[in-house]
């Protein structure tokens, strides 16, 4: 989306989760298999939020509140625990509270994932640059 809009140069974003048991892994081959028929490639690898990431990014985007919690005790001042944000806060046209993991699920939940994501991205890219 940010590439679509001609700004690569004005972001850098990266993926991390809060655990290092998947560190260097690719995504799950369900995610990447749904999101290939989106044209998207999902190549990165796993890494763990590191303290660093408070400093370096404006923002921190939870997946679900359980992340979001985790975060929030992560951070070391008022300032970082503001750059803590839940990815749901941008829904544009989908009601939900959480982004659910879809581990568990069939084909249908990383497809739903990618709609909720793709949802939230744009909002979120909406309300950054007004």
């Known amino acids: 989306m940010v590439e679509k809009r001609g700004k690569n140069h004005e972001f850098f974003i ?3 989760g809060l655990l290092d ?3 260097g892994n690719l995504p799950d081959s369900r995610t990447r298999q749904s999101a290939s028929k989106r044209n998207y490639i999902l190549d ?3 890494r763990p939020v590191k303290q660093a990431d408070f400093k370096k990014f404006d923002y921190l985007l939870a997946m679900d509140k359980s992340i979001f919690r985790s975060l929030e005790r992560m951070a070391n001042s008022e ?3 503001k750059k803590i944000v839940m ?3 941008f829904l544009t046209k989908h009601n939900y509270d959480e ?3 879809p581990y568990y699920g069939g084909a249908q939940g990383f497809e739903l994932v990618l709609d ?3 949802d939230a991205c744009e909002g ?3 309300k950054i640059n007004r």
């Open 79 to 81: 300032a970082e625990r």
């Open 87 to 89: 990815m749901t806060d």
């Open 44 to 46: 990165s690898r796993s």
């Open 99 to 101: 982004i659910p993991d």
């Open 21 to 23: 048991y998947h560190e």
């Open 124 to 126: 979120f890219l909406e």
């Open 14 to 16: 990266d993926s991390a």
């Open 116 to 118: 909720l994501l793709e």
